[in-house]
């Protein structure tokens, strides 16, 4: 459970309420498919639960098992059901695919029918999306606006391209991260990139004092062509660009790889 509505829920006790009621209203002979490894869904459950439940990311439930360039083993009860070639990056989207084949598997599809099904599956726009490479420089875009998404992200992206520079551009734009609610988990989100560049205009908090932790590798601007300048200054051929928001960042994207593509000619 991701604690990412601060702007609608008074806390993380609130949410898991909202929570709880709609655990009571799946009927018995219904499935509820959960993540074995939040505490927080596990205390929901707790409260009371009718309904059968099956978890993923734990021993006893769906696991991916040994991982490939080109995917994972899905696991059930220690038992393998099959090789999901998948090429959706990071443990979330490993994770989304093993609830959707246990739903499948509730429904009567076979785990094995269900893996190959899912094998053609298409990524979504705005999830780690590719916006095109100008001077040697990948410029990628995702939806990634809070801690946990940008950790997972940023973990994804880092699997896939190894030790090259990754480059972390983020927009905290939601009302949450807007307001400073998550402010105190961000440094820690942002660890494993190699430069991180945030974009600081309408805060209600610090950037810079919450981003303190990453020390020089982490740059803060509330002026976006000032900080359109310095990201363009700091990358090199080879560099990963991932830019992080829910909105359109002001076709940060775009405006970026032109700014390359020009320095190249």
């Not at 869904?41 to 769906?62: A, F, H, I, N, S």
Request: with cysteine; proline share 3%; aromatic share 6%.
């Amino acid at each position: 459970m991701l604690f990412r509505s601060a702007d609608i829920f008074a806390d993380l006790a609130a949410i898991e309420t909202q929570f709880h009621h709609l655990v009571r209203t799946v009927p018995g002979n219904g499935l509820i498919v959960s993540n074995g490894g939040d505490a927080n869904l596990e205390r929901v459950l707790k409260r009371g639960c009718w309904t059968p439940v099956e978890r993923y990311g734990v021993t006893g439930g769906w696991q991916a098992g040994a991982r490939y360039a080109d995917g994972f083993d899905v696991l059930f009860n220690g038992a393998l059901q099959g090789r999901m070639r998948w090429e959706l990056l990071g443990e979330h989207n490993a994770a989304n695919a093993l609830a959707a084949i246990a739903a499948a598997r509730h429904a009567g599809v076979p785990a094995t029918t269900a893996i190959e099904a899912l094998a053609t599956f298409k990524n979504v726009k705005r999830r780690m999306e590719t916006k095109g490479v100008a001077a040697g420089v990948t410029v990628y875009d995702d939806f990634a606006h809070h801690p946990t998404a940008i950790a997972t992200t940023i973990a994804g992206l880092r699997t896939k391209i190894g030790k090259a520079r990754l480059i972390a551009v983020l927009e905290p734009r939601s009302n949450t991260m807007k307001q400073g609610a998550l402010k105190d988990q961000l440094a820690g989100s942002l660890i494993d990139a190699d430069r991180v560049f945030c974009y600081s205009a309408g805060l209600g908090w610090d950037a810079a004092a919450a981003l303190s932790p990453l020390g020089a590798k982490a740059s803060v601007n509330e002026n976006f062509d000032a900080l359109l300048a310095q990201i363009s200054d700091s990358v090199a051929p080879g560099d990963h660009v991932l830019v992080m928001s829910n909105g359109g960042f002001g076709g940060i994207h775009g405006k970026l790889l032109s700014r390359l593509t020009a320095r190249s000619e």
